[in-house]
C-alpha cells in the first residue's frame, strides 16, 4: 500500500472530532501537552505512553466522544510509522554497520592523524558531522565518547575544547538534518521536499555547528576547566577486529544517501518537468527509501565484509540493530497520533485563524512554539512531532522552500536549552564527568546556541529564497 493510499484511508476514517470554540480548543491544547509534561517529568513515565494518555486527554478536554479520540490517534499513528518507520530501521542498519565494522573508528583515526594543535576542534565537528548523519544521537555520543576523551587526554587538550564541537555536529545533525526521525517526521507532517529540506539543512549546519562548536568551545574551555575521567574511557569495537574497513569507502557509504537525495532535489530544479525520464529516474533512486536501502545494501560490502563479516554476523547485526529503534518508533507513531489528534480536534485551524490576526511571521512562531515544548518536555523529538502537527496548517500556502525552512525553524527550537528532563543532558553530565552547574554552563548554552543561530538563519534564508 502506498503512502498516499494510507492517508486516504486515514482521512476516510477521522472526521473532526469536535467543533468546539478557540477558548475551549485553547485550554485543551495546554492541558494535553500538561498531562505528557507531568507524566514524563514528574513520574517518569516513558514518552510513548505519555503521549498516549495526553492524546486522550487533549481529545476529552476539547469534549469529543472517546471513539473519535481513538480513531484520530491510531489513525496518525498508523499514518506517521507508514511514513517515516521504514527510513528509521534503514538509518538504525546503517549505524550499526558503521559502529560494529570498525568503520566510525577508521574515520576517526584518520581524520586525528591528519589534525592536531588549533585544527582539532574543527577535526572533532567534521567527525561528529559525518558520523552523525546515519546515527541518532545517542549512538553517535557512545561511538565519539572514547574518541574525545582519548584524544583530550593524550593530547594534553581542554576536554570542553574537544567535546563541545562533537557534540555540536552531533546536534545539529539530529534536529535539522533528515534522515534523523525529528526532521523526517516534521517533513511527513507538513508536507515538506525532503531533498530541498536536505539542501537548506546542510546550508544552515555549516554556520550554525561552527559557532556553537569550534567558536563557542574556546569559552567553554574557560568556563569549565576539568580533566577526561580515566574511568569512562571504554574499549572501541575495532580492537576486536582483525582487520577494519577503508576510509574512501567507509565516508562514501556514509554520504551515499545523503548524495542521492541532493540529486534527486538537484534534477527537480533543474529539469522540473515530472514526465522527463531523467528527472523520473532521480525521483526513484532520490527517494528517502531507496537512497537508504541503497546505501544499507553497499554497506554490507564496503563495510561489514570488509571488516571480514561472515553472513552470519551480517545477519545478526542487522537484527540487533532494530532493538534500539523500538522505543524511538513507538514515540515517534504516538507523537504522530497526538498530532492527529491535535488536527482532528480543530486545533490546526485554530492555530490558523488566531496566528491571521498575529504579526509574528510564521517560521518564528513554529521555533516558538517548539522551544516551549522543548523546554517542557526535554525531548526534542517530542517537541518536533507536537510542534510540527500544530503548524502544518500554516504550510498551506507556503512556497516549496518555506515549507522546507518550516521544517527547520522546528527543529531548530527543538534543540533549545536542554536541561534536567532531557536525557541527553544527564548523558553529557555522566559521560563528561561533570557537575549540574557545569553540564549548563557547557551542554545547555551549546544546546541554546544552536537553537537561536539555527532559527535566526531560517528567518533570514526566508527574506531571500
Known amino acids: 500500500m502506498t503512502r498516499l493510499s494510507v492517508e486516504m484511508l486515514a482521512a476516510d476514517a477521522v472526521e473532526p472530532i469536535t467543533s468546539a470554540g478557540h477558548a475551549q ?58 511514513g517515516v518507520g521504514v527510513l528509521i530501521a534503514l538509518g538504525a542498519i546503517l549505524g550499526k554497520l558503521l559502529a560494529d565494522s570498525g568503520g566510525a ?43 574525545v576523551l582519548m584524544v583530550a587526554k593524550r593530547g594534553n587538550y581542554s576536554l570542553m575544547r574537544i567535546g563541545i564541537p562533537a557534540l555540536a555536529g552531533l546536534s545539529v545533525m539530529h534536529g535539522l538534518i533528515p534522515p534523523h526521525p525529528g526532521p523526517l517526521v516534521a517533513i511527513d507532517a507538513v508536507g515538506a521536499n525532503l531533498g530541498i529540506t536536505l539542501a537548506l539543512g546542510v546550508l544552515i549546519a555549516i554556520p550554525t555547528v561552527i559557532i556553537a562548536g569550534p567558536v563557542f568551545s574556546k569559552y567553554a574551555a574557560r ?52 514526465t522527463h525520464m531523467v528527472q523520473r529516474v532521480f525521483d526513484v533512486i532520490g527517494s528517502p527509501l ?107 500556502d507556503m512556497s516549496t522552500t518555506h515549507t522546507s525552512l518550516l521544517v527547520l525553524a522546528i527543529g531548530a527550537g527543538s534543540l533549545f536549552f536542554s536541561h534536567v528532563n532531557d536525557a541527553g543532558f544527564w548523558l553529557v553530565k555522566e559521560y563528561f564527568g561533570l557537575d549540574v552547574g557545569q553540564t549548563i554552563k557547557t551542554w545547555s548554552v551549546m544546546e541554546t546556541i544552536i537553537s537561536v543561530v539555527g532559527g535566526g538563519l531560517v528567518l533570514l534564508l526566508s527574506l531571500v529564497i
Do not use: C, N, Y
Not at 123 to 138: T, Y
Not at 260 to 265: E, G
Not at 323 to 350: C, E, H, R, W
Open 105 to 147: 573508528d577508521q574515520i576517526v583515526d584518520t581524520i586525528l592523524a591528519k589534525a592536531g594543535g588549533r585544527a582539532m576542534p574543527w577535526a572533532m565537528v567534521l567527525i561528529a558531522s559525518v558520523i552523525g548523519l546515519p546515527l541518532f544521537f545517542e549512538v553517535g555520543i557512545v561511538l565519539l565518547i572514547p574518541v
Open 223 to 274: 568556563w569549565v576547566d576539568v580533566p577526561a575521567p580515566d574511568r569512562m574511557i571504554p574499549t572501541r569495537a575495532s580492537e576486536d577486529l582483525e582487520k577494519r574497513p577503508g576510509f574512501g569507502a567507509t565516508l562514501a557509504t556514509m554520504l551515499l544517501p545523503v548524495v542521492l537525495m541532493l540529486s534527486k532535489a538537484l534534477v527537480d530544479i533543474i529539469v522540473d518537468d515530472p
Open 290 to 396: 531507496i537512497a537508504l536501502l541503497t546505501a544499507v545494501i553497499v554497506g554490507m560490502f564496503t563495510l561489514g565484509r570488509a571488516a571480514g563479516f561472515t553472513k552470519d554476523r551480517l545477519a545478526s547485526t542487522v537484527e540487533k540493530s532494530f532493538a534500539p529503534i523500538a522505543g524511538i518508533l513507538l514515540i515517534v507513531g504516538a507523537g504522530g497520533g497526538f498530532k492527529a489528534t491535535l488536527i482532528d480536534s480543530g486545533v490546526g485551524q485554530m492555530i490558523l485563524d488566531i496566528s491571521k490576526d498575529w504579526s509574528i511571521p510564521a517560521l518564528l512562531l513554529a521555533w516558538l512554539i517548539a522551544v516551549a515544548i522543548r523546554l517542557a518536555t526535554g525531548s526534542a523529538t517530542v517537541a518536533t512531532i507536537s510542534a510540527a502537527g500544530l503548524v502544518a496548517p500554516l504550510a498551506a
Open 25 to 82: 480548543l485553547g485550554i485543551a491544547v495546554l492541558a494535553g501537552i500538561a498531562v505528557i509534561v507531568l507524566l514524563i517529568t514528574q513520574f517518569k513515565l516513558h514518552a510513548f505512553l505519555a503521549l498516549t494518555i495526553g492524546s486522550l486527554a487533549l481529545g476529552a478536554f476539547a469534549g469529543a466522544p472517546l471513539d473519535k479520540t481513538i480513531v484520530s490517534f491510531t489513525a496518525g499513528l498508523g499514518t506517521t510509522v507508514a
